[in-house]
């Protein structure tokens, strides 16, 4: 029973480079989303999706670009990596009936660090 | 604003002792609740949910939390303490604005340390 899988688990970027972070669950969860976890701040939201094909800013999308071509995959894009970016990443995705008051499943986050 | 605060940074407690865990909410309608822990290196885990009826619930691990309308609080707490409970948790309430998208506001989370 995977739930949600992050890759890659760690990277080290260089300023001005790119690259996807992958996210896939296996519950058929309508709802996925971004996090960042910076040090002392909580979780600040980037993007989410209720929905294959449909996709939304959360809190702090600059810099970012996300997709949901499928209910299972969730890749968020980095375009020009900034050291700002440096973070914790989670994806998250939670079950859909019932009004959004379903818990949210996580992975186990991709480390990053832009130099 | 919707918001969520805990207002301390780290709870220290000794094993066997109870612990408490704090956690105050503002948002318009009613509060749908969650408590998460997190431990090092890993995702947030679900431990808890308040949505309706009882205001003490109970969850994952032997933790529960009560909530508390007219404090607009929802506490976490535990009876005995163990070591392995040491990690970091976030409380969270569903964001009423836009509900029917399950997104979530967190507070800046706690950490929790018990010592033998």
């Known amino acids: 029973n995977a739930g949600v899988t992050q890759t890659p688990k760690f990277r080290i970027l260089k300023i001005g480079q790119s690259m996807t972070l992958q996210c896939t669950q296996d519950m058929n969860h309508n709802y996925m989303y971004w996090y960042r976890q910076d040090p002392g701040m909580g979780l600040k939201l980037i993007y989410y999706?209720?929905?294959?094909?449909?996709?939304d800013k959360g809190e702090v999308p600059n810099g970012y670009n996300v997709s949901r071509s499928t209910t299972e995959d969730f890749p968020l894009r980095l375009e020009l990596a900034a050291p700002s970016q440096t973070s914790v990443y989670f994806c998250?995705?939670?079950?859909?009936?019932?009004?959004?008051?379903?818990?949210?499943?996580f992975g186990d986050g991709t480390r990053l660090s832009i130099l | 604003a919707q918001s969520v605060a805990q207002p301390e940074d780290q709870v220290n407690v000794a094993e066997g002792n109870p612990l408490t865990v704090k956690c105050t909410y503002s948002v318009s309608g009613n509060p749908y609740l969650f408590w998460y822990v997190q431990y090092p290196n890993r995702g947030l885990q679900f431990l808890l949910k308040?949505?309706?009826?009882?205001?003490l619930v109970k969850g994952s691990y032997g933790f529960e939390a009560e909530f508390n309308k007219s404090q607009t609080s929802f506490h976490l707490k535990k009876p005995s303490a163990l070591v392995s409970d040491s990690a970091l948790y976030f409380c969270?309430?569903?964001?009423?604005?836009?509900?029917?998208?399950?997104?979530?506001?967190f507070g800046q989370g706690t950490t929790l340390q018990v010592k033998p």
């Open positions: 969270a309430v569903r964001d009423s604005i836009t509900s029917n998208t399950g997104k979530l506001i």
């Open positions: 998250a995705s939670s079950y859909s009936r019932q009004g959004g008051n379903q818990p949210q499943h």
């Open positions: 999706s209720v929905g294959a094909g449909i996709t």
């Open positions: 308040y949505i309706t009826g009882d205001n």
